[in-house]
Structures are given as structure tokens and as C-alpha cells.
């Protein structure tokens, strides 16, 4: 007997820790989604265009066209659930201190894992399985999150790419849902991380400028990696190269990069304000890049009023979205007022066209010159 | 959110489909194998067997014409003023920016989110590759 409890100490010793960390290991989720992308097969261009216009909500769900493509994908998309419900840190290890040249192939793997994703989700909701569907619409908006993860300006857009299209199919289908499940999905909305910001994001740019900095403000540096920049079709709209280059000079390097820093700055926190004051630093920015006296800063500092709308476009199309989650198909031109665009906060327009489908829009075009709406029906 | 529970039973036969998809190449002839690896060591046992020093001659020769032609060709001109020495020749872009760099990504948000999507979707179907058949094969 002394012995059988000996043993069974001894065993549990060795054997319980073991198990309990394998049980509870956190993950960090970009390993994760590497492994479901490297796992999936890789789609046709017929496929890739079904999935995409599907998405888009160009054209309507086609279960055959999809069976494949879903078939394919059920492995990677049950390991992308594994990455989305991780709780550390979504770490993409992106080499910043390679600036211009650092490999980010990781956006286009997520995108596309995002739209396979609502594909999942549509066929869920044809078969009638909402809640399936709600828990593939749940990944794709985890997915955003894990996507913009590292602060970059591009893992930005894409992010709000991602979460775009699962706003828009969910869009839809939610008139369909009776009120609990629209309220359920509304509280899970909730609970998600907030997107990242693109105020963050643009911190990230910071990995250029001191990429510029780090190697070319000393006496003596090798231009051999400006020229192989200067060299690409990424450039092409570079103007003035052989004047741009003579600009890498020791003086002319930090004077530029104080340059570039401080436009930086101004539009990292013009992106904090409120879309007036936020709108008018992002143009200001432009501007002065535009007409600054080195050619560096003019080819090399990225536009930024385009970037300063994302976050108000997304922001009002989830407003949109609560406001239908909210009252379903009773959602009228009264209520629909209620709620308010992120950029200047107007009221919400309604509009009803006769095939039952649903609209809001802002009442003035945003982003400038184009309508920012929601539909909702299908 | 709750991860889905996949049927396991579809899950396994879907494995052994794939697999089974794959099993079209012969049978691991282990007799053959080492055949044609003895024939192989025997064959570069032979070539590293073989005598080289009679190509010295000829490979001093060829060198010695190598040296005298880039003497020439390097060879100062006196009558013709110094130059300096341009640093970069043809600025034109000629060179693809890097699969996926942030530069490449960047170019494309320039010109509008339609090029950054595009770009996206090139290389979401063109990157991670599949591996090689020939790492995929079992391992002896």
C-alpha cells in the first residue's frame, strides 16, 4: 500500500504539470493564423473572384461555387478560430529595422482568410444556422483586430478592410434575426478589443524615417540601398531622383528626418481630434510636404487625409449597424435619426426602397464626394 | 464565440481521402534505391578520381588573357578628362519592389484602396507556396 501511494505521488508529480501547461499554453494567435495559411490550399482565380464578389455583396451566395472552396478551407478556419480566441498578444515579429524593404506578407494572407471566413459565414445563414454564422462573423471581426496588430499604417488599412466586409454581411442578413439574436450580437460586438487606432498606426511609419535616419546620417554612408530604393517601381512617382539623392548628405539627412518627424507628429496627433480638426491637420500635413524644399520629404511622406477617414467611415458604418441590431426591421426614418455619422455628427438618413431592403446613409457625402451607406437586406 | 466542434468521423475521412489522393506513386523499392545510390557514389568516385593536372596549362593560359584584356580596357586614358564616377546611371525604376515590403504596399495605398486590395489578393494567392513534392516525400 506504502508503495502504490509512492508510486501514485511520483506519477502524478512527473505527469501533472506537463499535461496542465499543455492544456493551458497560451499561443501567440500570428503563429496560428500561419499555420491555417499555410494549411490552405491555395484558391484559383475563379475561386478568389467568387469569394471576393461574394463578399463584396456583388453577387449573391452560391452554395455550389462555394462547397469547394469551404471544403478546402475547414482546416485552416478551425485554426484561425484557435488564433482568434488566443488571449496573448497577436505578435507578427515584423522587422521595422528593415524600413522600406520590411516583409509584411502576413496582410494579404489575413485578407484573404477574412473573406474565406464570411464565405463560411453566408453559408451558415443559407443553410439557417444563424448562430454558425454569427461565430464565423465573430472571427472575421477578431481577425481584423489580429490583423492590424503591429501598428503599421497597412496592417491598418487592411484591418479596416476586413472589418468593412464583416459589417456589410452582417448587414445583410440582420433583418432576418429575431430580436434576441440580434441583441446577442450586438453584446458580442461589445465585448471585442477595440480596433486599433489609426493615430497608432501612423506611429508605426516612424520605422521609415528612422530606417532613413539609422543609416544614412552618418559621414561615410552607403547610398548603395537608396539607390536600389530609388530603383523600384514602388517609386515610380518619386520626382527629381538624381536631386533627391544628392540630398543624402550627413546635414541634409537630419534635416530632412527633423522634417519627416515633426510631419509625424502633427498628424499622428491631428489623428486623435475630432473629423474637422482631424480633416484640417491631415490636409495642412499634405500640403506642407508638398512644398517642402527637400525631395525626400515631397516623394517619401505618404498622403495622409485619405488614411484620417478610415477610422470615421468605420466608426459610422458600426453605428449603422447597431441602429439595425437595435430595432431590426422597424428601423424607420424617426429612429433612424437618432444615431449620428463619426464625422460631424448629422443624423442618420433612412431610406426604403421597395424590394424591402434598407439604407443609411450620412446626410452629407463622406468621405468627400462619396456616400458613405449601409444596406441592409439582401 | 465558441470554437465549432468539426465532426471528427468527416474530419478522418477527409484525411485518408487526401491521403489516399497521394498514394498514385510506386512502392518504396528499397533494392532499387540502393542501386542507383551505389551507382551514383561510384560514378563521382570516378570523375573526382580523375586526373586534373593536364588542364593547368590550358587554364593559365585562358587566365593569363583574361588579365591582359581587363589591363587594357582598364587602362587610364590620359588625353581623356577625368570623369567622375556617376552613382546611379539610370534612375528609372527597372527593379520590382520587394514581394510584400511595406514599400510595395505602400506605392500601392498611394494610388487608392482598389491597387492596395489588388496587390492583396496577388499575393495572398502567390505567397507561402506550396513545398516542394520532393519534401513531401516520406522519409526513408
Known sequence: ?378 | MSTPTPDDDQSMRDALQRDAARVSEPAFDAALHYETMRRVRALAETKSATPRWHLAPTLTAAAAVVALSALIALWPHSSAPTKPREVVTSLAPRTAAPRASLLAYQAAANDGDAALLALLDRDASTLLPASSPLFNATLP
Not at chain 1, 463584396?56 to 471544403?71: E, F, N, Q, T, V
Not at chain 1, 460586438?189 to 544614412?216: C, M, N, V
Not at chain 1, 477610422?311 to 426614418?333: C, K, N, P, S, Y
Request: glycine share 6%; net charge negative; charged share 20%.
Open chain 1, 1 to 378: 500500500m506504502k508503495y502504490t501511494l509512492l508510486t501514485f505521488t511520483f506519477a502524478t508529480l512527473t505527469f501533472a504539470s506537463p499535461l496542465r501547461a499543455l492544456d493551458s499554453r497560451p499561443t501567440n494567435p500570428a503563429l496560428l493564423y500561419w499555420q491555417a495559411a499555410a494549411i490552405r490550399p491555395q484558391l484559383t482565380p475563379e475561386q478568389a473572384k467568387e469569394v471576393h464578389e461574394v463578399v463584396a455583396g456583388r453577387k449573391p451566395y452560391d452554395a455550389m461555387a462555394a462547397a469547394k472552396i469551404l471544403s478546402d478551407s475547414k482546416s485552416s478556419l478551425l485554426l484561425a478560430f484557435k488564433a482568434a480566441d488566443s488571449t496573448v498578444p497577436c505578435d507578427w515579429g515584423m522587422p521595422v529595422e528593415d524600413g522600406p524593404f520590411m516583409a509584411l506578407p502576413h496582410v494579404s494572407k489575413m485578407q484573404e482568410m477574412g473573406a474565406v471566413a464570411i464565405l463560411q459565414a453566408e453559408d451558415f445563414f443559407a443553410e439557417g444556422k444563424v448562430k454558425e454564422g454569427l461565430d464565423y462573423l465573430l472571427l472575421t471581426h477578431r481577425l481584423a483586430r489580429h490583423a492590424g496588430a503591429g501598428d503599421m499604417l497597412i496592417s491598418n488599412l487592411v484591418q479596416y478592410a476586413i472589418e468593412t466586409n464583416a459589417l456589410r454581411a452582417a448587414a445583410r442578413h440582420c433583418l432576418a434575426w429575431d430580436a434576441d439574436t440580434r441583441k446577442t450580437y450586438a453584446a458580442q460586438l461589445k465585448t471585442l478589443p477595440p480596433l486599433h487606432t489609426t493615430q497608432a498606426a501612423y506611429g508605426g511609419e516612424s520605422a521609415f524615417i528612422d530606417w532613413l535616419d539609422t543609416r544614412f546620417s552618418v559621414a561615410g554612408a552607403d547610398k548603395t540601398q537608396v539607390e536600389e530604393l530609388l530603383n523600384m517601381e514602388g517609386t515610380d512617382k518619386w520626382k527629381a531622383k538624381e536631386a533627391l539623392l544628392k540630398e543624402f548628405t550627413p546635414e541634409g539627412v537630419k534635416a530632412f528626418v527633423a522634417e519627416m518627424r515633426s510631419l509625424q507628429l502633427r498628424a499622428q496627433a491631428g489623428l486623435g481630434e475630432a473629423w474637422p480638426q482631424c480633416h484640417a491637420a491631415m490636409k495642412a500635413v499634405d500640403e506642407d510636404a508638398q512644398h517642402s524644399t527637400f525631395y525626400v520629404v515631397r516623394s517619401m511622406v505618404a498622403p495622409t487625409v485619405n488614411v484620417g477617414e478610415k477610422q470615421f467611415v468605420i466608426a459610422t458604418l458600426r453605428t449603422m449597424l447597431d441602429a439595425a441590431l437595435e430595432h431590426g426591421a422597424q428601423l424607420d426614418e424617426a429612429t433612424a435619426a437618432t444615431y449620428h455619422d463619426a464625422f460631424t455628427g448629422d443624423p442618420l438618413r433612412f431610406k426604403k426602397d421597395a424590394d424591402g431592403t434598407i439604407t443609411l446613409l450620412t446626410a452629407q457625402p463622406h468621405p468627400a464626394g462619396k456616400e458613405l451607406s449601409l444596406k441592409f437586406g439582401k
